[in-house]
């Protein structure tokens, strides 16, 4: 299964494993980590779920047009901005680290 590392806005890491098909977001809400939000449950409307993919983000599908949209409005975005929700977790995916801001809420 595929694990996910989230470095959370008071600097702790957390390693998940998180089933394929799932979301980095949902690795985070189903673990009770705290930072990333998810107001629309993972509709890509919200963007409470804004992280930084600083590693291993090469087995995710590039951003929508409607993300790229939101993550423009998303507070201290940067390139490596995504939505958590739009990263569907494949075995593919291998040493996924992300950084959790701490203005999703
Ligand atoms: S959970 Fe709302 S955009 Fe990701």
Redesign the pocket.
């Known amino acids: 299964m595929p694990k996910v590392s989230y470095e959370l806005p008071d600097g702790t890491v957390h390693d998940v494993e998180v089933p394929c098909g799932q979301s980095v977001?949902d690795g985070s809400v189903r673990n009770n980590l705290p930072g990333i939000v998810?107001?629309?449950?993972?509709?890509?409307?919200?963007?409470?779920?804004h992280v930084f993919l600083e590693e291993g983000g090469s087995c995710f599908d590039e951003p929508t047009d409607e993300e790229r949209e939101?993550l423009e409005f998303a507070e201290g975005a940067r390139p490596s901005s995504r939505?958590?929700?739009q990263l569907i977790l494949t075995d593919a995916c291998v040493g996924v680290r992300v950084t959790v801001p701490d203005t999703n809420g």
């Open positions: 977001m998810a107001e629309c449950g993972g509709s890509c409307s919200c963007a409470t779920c939101l939505l958590s929700c």
